[in-house]
């Protein structure tokens, strides 16, 4: 996928792009804009920063790990990411954060449905995500993109098992 603007139906004009390999000032930015509680549903636990080899990790970008990043028009830090990690031949885990200021302004729904469409395109037919149970906007989301085969709870967690084909 190349750089794309998209116009949202109820929110602002986005630029996104793919995540370059190795870009953790990119990551370090989206984390950077993140309140505790966002941080908290995003890793599961509570996360005040993130370690050099996390922001390694998370930059990381290869035939199993690919990225977008969303820019708001006019603000020039990242508003949202969302990863994709392939796990197997047609399988990948998800996972997907919206800045706090631009959270409910459509960008985590775009960002799911462009990564998606380049899962699809790589032959990936199921994917799987992890979120907070106190997290339903997750599940919603991947609700509204993908056909729910599994959900499971395991104490604050829960597990989410979809099909994208």
Not at 6 to 17: A, E, Y
Not at 53 to 62: N, S
Not at 82 to 89: F, K
Not at 101 to 127: F, K, P, V, W, Y
Request: proline letters at 5%; aromatic letters at 2%.
């Amino acid at each position: 996928m190349e750089t794309r603007a998209l116009d949202l139906p109820h929110g602002p004009t986005i630029i996104v792009r793919p995540l370059g390999n190795g870009d953790v000032e990119t990551v370090a930015a989206v984390f950077g804009r993140l309140g505790d509680e966002s941080r908290r549903r995003r890793f599961n636990a509570p996360k005040p920063c993130l370690t050099h080899d996390e922001l390694g990790r998370l930059a990381r970008i290869d035939t199993h790990h690919h990225a977008l990043v969303a820019w708001v028009v006019g603000d020039p830090q990242p508003a949202g990411m969302a990863q994709l990690v392939r796990t197997n031949r047609e399988s990948a885990e998800i996972a997907f954060v919206v800045a706090d200021d631009h959270q409910h302004r459509g960008i985590g729904s775009a960002l799911t449905r462009m990564l998606l469409d380049d899962a699809r395109a790589a032959g990936i037919t199921e994917i799987t995500a992890q979120a907070s149970g106190e997290n339903p906007a997750a599940l919603a989301l991947i609700k509204r993109s993908a056909r729910i085969v599994e959900v499971r709870l395991d104490g604050s967690e829960q597990s989410i098992r979809a099909a994208i084909a």
